[in-house]
T-cell receptor, first 112, second 113 residues
Framework: KQEVTQIPAALSVPEGENLVLNCSFT??????LQWFRQDPGKGLTSLLL?????REQTSGRLNASLDKSSGRSTLYIAASQPGDSATYLC???????????FGEGTQLTVNP | EPEVTQTPSHQVTQMGQEVILRCVPI?????FYWYRQILGQKVEFLVS????????KSEIFDDQFSVERPDGSNFTLKIRSTKLEDSAMYFC???????????FGDGTRLSIL
């Protein structure tokens, strides 16, 4: 059974700092890895999807990487802004189906 | 930008009552999903739906749950006899196809009294 873990659970940084969020998964039979943002009381906003054949994906100030052999993905946020404050979730989609298995999330606070 | 819409945003129901949660997926999407998030816990997969049938379901999705696509736009989750432990945020998601990004609605907060 796939288990997804995110470290740290919470992170507080000053505005302008570059930061890395970590996601690890136990089963390498993962087809793709999706990163989401969740604002309080809101749904999940898809940020990036990395397929197993890819090593990384970039969107604006966000860069996500995937290393299946080590069971890890990272989300790099450059030049953080207060508007980046949210909970960031990673989720893996397995090769055997289309369900997403989620991590617990990292709650990010960017202080002005 | 197209989005997944869910109604109602908050549903309060007495234990034992039936509840129907509604979703309108993005119009050209073919795969539909329900997930739930109990307060303070991870988002959990319930069921996926494709071509008018369930393609995958989790152990949570027992006989009390059912899904339906009654027309070309709506996708519903029915809980027949609600229990206290069904209290959670329920998210609907859709994707163009499997292996493509899943797009989520804002959720329905279900409170069972």
């Amino acid at each position: 059974k796939q288990e997804v873990t995110q470290i740290p659970a919470a992170l507080s940084v000053p505005e302008g700092e570059n930061l890395v969020l970590n996601c690890s998964f136990t089963d390498s039979a993962i087809y793709n890895l999706q990163w989401f943002r969740q604002d309080p009381g809101k749904g999940l906003t898809s940020l990036l999807l990395i397929q197993s054949s890819q090593r990384e994906q970039t969107s604006g100030r966000l860069n996500a990487s995937l290393d299946k052999s080590s069971g890890r993905s990272t989300l790099y946020i450059a030049a953080s802004q207060p508007g980046d404050s949210a909970t960031y979730l990673c989720a893996g989609e397995e090769t055997s189906g289309s369900r997403l298995t989620f991590g617990e999330g990292t709650q990010l606070t960017v202080n002005p | 930008e197209p989005e997944v819409t869910q109604t109602p945003s908050h549903q309060v129901t007495q234990m034992g009552q039936e509840v129907i949660l509604r979703c309108v997926p993005i119009s050209n999407h073919l795969y539909f999903y329900w997930y739930r998030q109990i307060l303070g816990q991870k988002v959990e997969f319930l069921v996926s739906f494709y071509n008018n049938e369930i393609s995958e379901k989790s152990e949570i999705f027992d006989d009390q749950f059912s899904v339906e696509r009654p027309d070309g736009s709506n996708f519903t989750l029915k809980i027949r006899s609600t229990k206290l432990e069904d209290s959670a945020m329920y998210f609907c998601a859709s994707g163009v196809y499997m292996r493509q990004p899943q797009h989520f609605g804002d959720g329905t907060r279900l409170s069972i009294l």
